[in-house]
């Protein structure tokens, strides 16, 4: 596609209610990664993943976060359990490993906006 | 810890005023620095990356520093429009991994 698309773009959720983010990376993108936004601050990373394989989740908050790549393009961010705290733009991102240059930048979907009641 | 700071978080200017825009990290073992935009409800934009071998790198009126000895980056925007209102946002990604941090972002308000 002509980037990186994530849906749904908005979501609100009931405490305790499970939920998926889904985020179709660029086409032939490697590398795919997950941020978190809160209202007024920068992104923090989550976790990410080269192919199918998850390469670093360090920053997953709690065992209630869940990602998976199981064909290495479209993911999907799973939270079980939500709490009001979890409340915040989740951002996909994708890149193009292993070409100089604009090789290593990541693009960025629109995000997901949750929110937990 | 790796961590990135941005000053100012805010910046109201007039319409055709050069500006700067500054970005600090620690550690200096950096791979790269990304600068990005973001507008309202909306996702991020790729302004300009630099590698950690170069020392700026230009796009249109656009020019980012990097000064790695010193853990500094500069966003330099040349005769600001009022379209160049929203949040940029510096983010590093250190040797060992791809996840970039960031930093809070600078709000530019850019009056006509």
């Known amino acids: 596609g002509a980037g990186v698309s994530q849906s749904p773009r908005y979501k609100v959720a009931k405490r305790g209610q499970d939920v998926a983010l889904r985020c179709d990376p660029i086409?032939?993108?490697?590398?795919l990664f997950w941020y978190q936004q809160a209202l007024g601050q920068g992104p923090e990373f989550l976790t990410y993943?080269?192919?199918?394989?998850?390469?670093?989740k360090s920053g997953l908050p709690s065992d209630r976060f869940f990602a998976e790549r199981p064909e290495g393009s479209v993911s999907t961010l799973k939270i079980q359990r939500t709490q009001q705290e979890d409340s915040a733009v989740y951002l996909c991102?994708?890149?193009?490993?292993?070409?100089?240059?604009?090789?290593?930048?990541?693009?960025f979907g629109p995000g997901t906006r949750l929110t937990v009641l | 810890k790796q961590e990135v700071t941005q000053i100012p978080a805010a910046l109201s200017v007039p319409e055709g005023e050069n500006l700067v825009l500054n970005c600090s990290f620690t550690d200096s073992a950096i791979y790269n620095l990304q600068w990005f935009r973001q507008d309202p409800g909306k996702g991020l934009t790729s302004l300009l990356l630099i590698q950690s071998s170069q020392r700026e790198q230009t796009s249109g009126r656009l020019n980012a520093s990097l000064d790695k000895s010193s853990g500094r980056s500069t966003l330099y925007i040349a005769a600001s429009q009022p379209g160049d209102s929203a949040t940029y946002l510096c983010?590093?990604?250190?040797?060992?991994?791809?996840?970039?941090?960031f930093g809070k972002g600078t709000k530019l308000t850019v009056n006509p």
């Open positions: 991102a994708s890149s193009q490993v292993g070409r100089r240059e604009r090789g290593d930048t990541q693009y």
């Open positions: 086409s032939g993108h490697v590398s």
């Open positions: 993943f080269q192919n199918e394989a998850q390469l670093d």
């Open positions: 983010a590093v990604s250190w040797g060992g991994s791809e996840k970039l941090v």
